[in-house]
C-alpha cells in the first residue's frame, strides 16, 4: 500500500519590507499569492486528496484554506512538525541573506534548528500521513526549506545549509521551490528506512 502526499509551499507573502518574516507573525499572502494558491487547489482538484495539512503560519493556512475549496472543502489541519523553520535571522534584510547564501544554520544552537533537526521533524510528519492515510492522497501547506530537505534526503543525501544554493545539483529542475509549488512524495515506508519517490510541479 502506498501514500501520496502532495507539500506545497504557501503562496506568495506580502512583505514590502523585504525581511526574512521566519516565525514573525502578521505575514499574509499578497493577491498574487492568493492567485497562486487557487492555480495550486485546481492542479489538485482531480487528485483525489482525502485530508489536508498546514503549518501554524498564517500565510500557510491562508494557502490551505484556499486550496481546500478545490478538495470538496476539507478542513486544514494545523501541525507543527511542518512549521517554518526556527532562526536567529528572522527580521533581517533579504538582501543580506543571499548574500549568505540563505545559510540560515551554521552554528546555531538550541533553540534555534539545524537541516538535520528540521529533516527529522518533517520526516515524523511524513510517516504519520503515511500510517494514518494508507492508500490515500493527502495534501500539506509548509515552506520552502520544509520541501528542500525532504527532497534532498529522498536524493540519499544527509541535508546542509549550503546545498541550498545548488540545488539543481540535487535532482531539482528549479533553483529553490517556488511559492505555492508542489511535490509528491510517495511513501510505501516509513521514509527513514526507504527512500521515497518524489516529483516536483509548478502549476501556474
Known amino acids: 500500500m502506498k501514500t ?18 521566519g516565525r514573525l507573525p502578521g505575514y499574509r499572502l499578497s493577491e498574487t499569492g492568493k492567485s497562486q494558491a487557487r492555480a495550486a487547489g485546481e492542479w489538485l482538484a482531480d487528485k483525489a486528496i482525502r485530508a489536508i495539512y498546514c503549518s501554524p503560519m498564517q ?3 491562508e494557502t490551505a484554506a484556499i486550496v481546500a475549496e478545490d478538495l470538496g472543502d476539507l478542513k486544514p489541519m494545523i501541525d ?34 539545524t537541516p538535520q533537526t528540521v529533516l527529522e521533524r518533517v520526516l515524523d510528519f511524513l510517516d504519520s500521513v503515511r ?7 493527502v495534501a500539506a501547506v509548509g515552506h520552502g526549506d520544509i520541501l528542500v530537505f ?17 540545488l539543481r545539483d540535487y535532482g531539482l529542475p528549479v533553483d529553490y521551490p517556488a511559492t505555492a509549488s508542489i511535490m509528491r512524495f510517495d511513501l510505501a515506508d516509513d521514509p527513514r528506512e526507504s527512500l521515497p519517490s518524489v516529483s516536483y510541479h509548478r502549476p501556474y
Not at 549568505?100 to 544552537?109: I, P, S
Not at 525532504?150 to 543525501?157: D, I, M, R, T, Y
Request: hydrophobic share 30%.
Open 80 to 113: 507543527q512538525r511542518i512549521s517554518e523553520v526556527y532562526t536567529p535571522y528572522e527580521g533581517r534584510p533579504t538582501s543580506e541573506l543571499a548574500q549568505m547564501g540563505w545559510d540560515l544554520y551554521t552554528g546555531n544552537k538550541p533553540p534555534y534548528e
Open 4 to 21: 501520496t502526499l502532495y507539500l506545497l509551499r504557501h503562496g506568495e507573502v506580502h512583505n514590502p519590507e523585504k525581511i526574512l518574516y
Open 59 to 61: 500565510r500557510a493556512q
Open 150 to 166: 525532504p527532497w534532498l534526503h529522498a536524493q540519499g543525501e544527509v541535508p546542509e545549509a549550503l546545498m541550498k544554493d545548488r
Open 131 to 137: 500510517r494514518n492515510h494508507r492508500d490515500q492522497a
